[in-house]
T-cell receptor, first 113, second 114 residues
Framework: GENVEQHPSTLSVQEGDSAVIKCTYS??????FPWYKQELGKRPQLIID?????GEKKDQRIAVTLNKTAKHFSLHITETQPEDSAVYFC????????????FGAGTRLAVHP | DTAVSQTPKYLVTQMGNDKSIKCEQN?????MYWYKQDSKKFLKIMFS???????INETVPNRFSPKSPDKAHLNLHINSLELGDSAVYFC?????????????FGEGSRLTVL
């Protein structure tokens, strides 16, 4: 079935620490894995994505890793800052190639000064 | 310039009423979507149109009817509103339905059914 599991549902860290959010997906044909950040009262926005031909991608303090064999991918945020506080969603596409993104349930990250 | 714009941003209405939400994108994208975000923040796809053609139609009550007059517009009409319809509805667009890539979301329309 179409399923993306995300955990943890909440994550609280001190400023400067690292945060890791993990997702697993069920459709072995999935080949694109984005992460979206949603600040309170705002729209979700893409922060990083990875395609299945690579195992890791970095963009400054954020990185995503992909393990296609195990069907899981993770978001890593280093040197967290209070402005990183938000809800983070992973997603994976399903069924037929159209951009039907199934989102995980979200992780609420709180970074405390 | 707002890339994906939705109106209205807030909508408060009584059960049983009919309401519409409009969405427009100026990105030149071929594909548009409606997502529903409930009170637990879960984002669930409802519909998608690619160049005015319906390509994704999830298990949504037929009280919800999307309409795409052209590829830059996707509207959502809801009949006989129920309490459970209360949510934030996000419109989104992407470059093309067959090429998986970034979704650009609108600011959301918060619907409250009393």
């Amino acid at each position: 079935g179409e399923n993306v599991e995300q955990h943890p549902s909440t994550l609280s860290v001190q400023e400067g620490d690292s945060a890791v959010i993990k997702c697993t997906y069920s459709d072995s044909a999935s080949n694109y894995f984005p992460w979206y950040k949603q600040e309170l009262g705002k729209r979700p926005q893409l922060i990083i994505d990875i395609r299945s031909n690579v195992g890791e991608k970095k963009d400054q303090r954020i990185a995503v890793t992909l393990n296609k064999t195990a069907k899981h991918f993770s978001l890593h945020i280093t040197e967290t800052q209070p402005e990183d506080s938000a809800v983070y969603f992973c997603a994976a596409p399903f069924s037929g190639g159209y951009n039907k993104l199934i989102f995980g349930a979200g992780t609420r990250l709180a970074v405390h000064p | 310039d707002t890339a994906v714009s939705q109106t209205p941003k807030y909508l408060v209405t009584q059960m049983g009423n009919d309401k519409s939400i409009k969405c427009e994108q100026n990105l030149g994208h071929d594909t548009m979507y409606w997502y529903k975000q409930d009170s637990k923040k879960f984002l669930k796809i409802m519909f998608s149109y690619n160049n005015k053609e319906l390509i994704i139609n999830e298990t949504v009550p037929n009280r919800f009817s999307p309409k795409s007059p052209d590829k830059a517009h996707l509207n959502l009409h809801i009949n006989s509103l129920e309490l459970g319809d209360s949510a934030v509805y996000f419109c989104a667009s992407s470059l093309a339905g067959g090429i998986i890539g970034e979704l650009f979301f609108g600011e959301g329309s918060r619907l409250t059914v009393l």
